[in-house]
């Protein structure tokens, strides 16, 4: 009955125990994120010191790690010590009444105190009374679900012939369950978002208690599922933005399962609800997360599963989610939690960071090669800057001829970035922190990138002068009508190197980038000494 008076059901292991072996290479987190790591687990402060082979513990002895800090979602965390980047300049507007207030609501919109709401929403659902019985807890609209010891029945999915997804019929009355007191009142009462991308509703409105316990019960499964599982219901697959809606959602829900010391470890499954097979230019993100093959329904098709532990994630269209619908208050930027996510998918991917190349400004243009949102004067644009002695000009194509990791390498080490409305500017998400992302034209939607741009904290700019753009037609919806990202443009070249003046001017006086600027400086220093003295000593000898 201890189960009972747990706030949060731990799913990915044993209780951790001082004896336990850690393998120190499964925490692979950036050293940005070692301090928050090892204050959640303060028991692995002194594991590691004892530790010979423990690579932390030149971290943990120096300066950098700060034993007080945390996410700012833990149970024993501190508000002055929990990470937090938000700006809100000038005056407070809208709906607030003050500064705190107004920085408050960004916080729980956006960063950390997000995760944290979501966690203190979390209620059982499915109660365990022995250790073997099966558990289920959820949060508010069924947002995120955990559980251990369920089954899901897929039997039914062997007489659908036709490849699937953004479905909300793949389950039936039982066809998810375990063996626990249900509260089923209490989980119909969250069932309200039943749509395939908002909520977990459409499979969790069927949740039965099973007669069995479904792992103890030999012939109860046909398949049993030892690695912890987290189902995913992803967003277009083949659009940069949306697909990092996934991503994104999948960082937070492993913040909001952080219960256990390999929280972070890369060996779990990833099973996509559909029977596509998983393809996408961005694939290789998921190497981020887990070492094991992506899996979807079709792997499990005509069976009965039973997973040990099971995880069903924040989703990508959630009301008041992260960040396809996140609502962001007038005048704040800078989430942690968005800066985190960043460093998070750079360090896994082992994206190669250069340092700035000072005096030089490092701009990226961004040509695409689509239908619409075409620059016609492209060429005129790239020559205005090309040859300006401040800048390194590189004009590219995130298209098939690069990979994923060539094109955040060549993103991670740009100063501005440059772009048409599109979901190619979704790689603003891992520019430098003081770098410009330059949304040439918004085609009528000046939102959307803005607002992620103040997500994570970059600097952003679009087009002034709309008397300087000429487009080629009124723009021809396909569904009807006009509209003005159906279109291509040109643009006075003129007026587009001011712009990007302005842009450039913006990284060289962020106080990271003059950072870089005072190291470079001092090193040219050292550098002419070690050339002057053997010069010197030459004419002395002689």
Aim: charged share 25%; aromatic share 14%.
């Amino acid at each position: 009955m201890f189960v009972l008076n747990l706030p949060v059901i731990i799913l990915l292991s044993l209780t951790f125990h001082p004896n336990f072996g850690i393998e120190w290479e499964t925490i692979d987190l950036p050293e940005e994120h070692l301090s928050y790591y090892f204050n959640n687990y303060p028991q692995l402060i002194e594991q590691c010191s004892d530790d010979e082979k423990c690579p932390y513990k030149e971290f943990l002895a120096s300066s950098s790690f700060d034993r007080k800090a945390c996410w700012g979602y833990e149970p024993n965390c501190r508000r002055e010590n929990a990470i937090n980047k938000v700006q809100c300049l000038g005056d407070h507007t809208g709906f607030v009444s003050s500064k705190d207030t107004q920085i408050d609501t960004f916080y729980h919109q956006t960063d950390f105190g997000y995760i944290k709401d979501q966690i203190n929403g979390m209620r059982i659902m499915c109660e365990p009374i022995f250790h073997p019985d099966s558990s289920l807890e959820c949060n508010e609209y069924l947002r995120f679900c955990r559980g251990r010891n369920l089954m899901l029945n897929l039997t039914d999915l062997i007489h659908r012939q036709d490849p699937y997804r953004y479905k909300i019929d793949v389950l039936k009355e039982g066809q998810i369950g375990g063996y626990c007191e249900l509260y089923e009142k209490r989980l119909q009462g969250q069932a309200d978002h039943v749509s395939a991308l908002q909520s977990w509703a459409p499979e969790m409105r069927f949740f039965k208690r099973t007669t069995k316990r479904p792992l103890e019960e030999e012939g109860f499964c046909d398949v049993v599922v030892e690695k912890p599982t987290y189902l995913m219901k992803i967003d277009a697959s083949i659009n940069m933005y949306h697909h990092f809606c996934d991503f994104f959602n999948l960082y937070a829900s492993l913040h909001m399962n952080n219960t256990h010391i390999d929280a972070w470890k890369k060996d779990f499954n990833i099973l996509i609800w559909e029977t596509f097979t998983y393809e996408s230019p961005f694939e290789e993100t998921f190497k981020a997360f887990t070492s094991n093959p992506i899996l979807d329904l079709k792997h499990f098709k005509g069976k009965v599963v039973c997973f040990k532990h099971l995880v069903m994630p924040l989703l990508p269209r959630m009301i008041f989610g992260l960040y396809y619908n996140t609502p962001i208050i007038a005048g704040c930027e800078k989430s942690a939690l968005f800066q985190s996510f960043s460093e998070f998918i750079l360090h896994r991917m082992r994206i190669p960071f250069e340092p700035p190349k000072v005096p030089k400004i490092r701009v990226t243009f961004l040509s695409r090669k689509t239908k619409y949102r075409n620059i016609l004067n492209e060429q005129d644009l790239y020559d205005e800057i090309k040859d300006n002695p401040e800048y390194d000009v590189r004009r590219v194509s995130y298209g098939p001829n690069l990979t994923f990791h060539e094109q955040l390498t060549i993103t991670r080490n740009s100063d501005v970035f440059i772009g048409m409305h599109g979901a190619g500017l979704t790689h603003l998400l891992f520019l430098p922190n003081w770098a410009t992302i330059f949304e040439l034209y918004h085609c009528g939607d000046p939102g959307c990138y803005r607002d992620l741009a103040r997500l994570r904290g970059v600097h952003y700019l679009t087009w002034e002068n709309a008397s300087t753009i000429e487009a080629e037609d009124e723009g021809h919806h396909p569904e009807g009508g006009a509209h003005p990202k159906f279109t291509n443009y040109s643009f006075d070249p003129k007026e587009f190197a001011r712009m990007v003046a302005k842009a450039a001017q913006h990284v060289k006086e962020h106080e990271e980038y003059q950072k870089y600027v005072e190291e470079t400086n001092q090193l040219d220093d050292i550098t002419e000494v070690q050339i002057e003295t053997p010069v010197k000593d030459i004419h002395d000898e002689l």
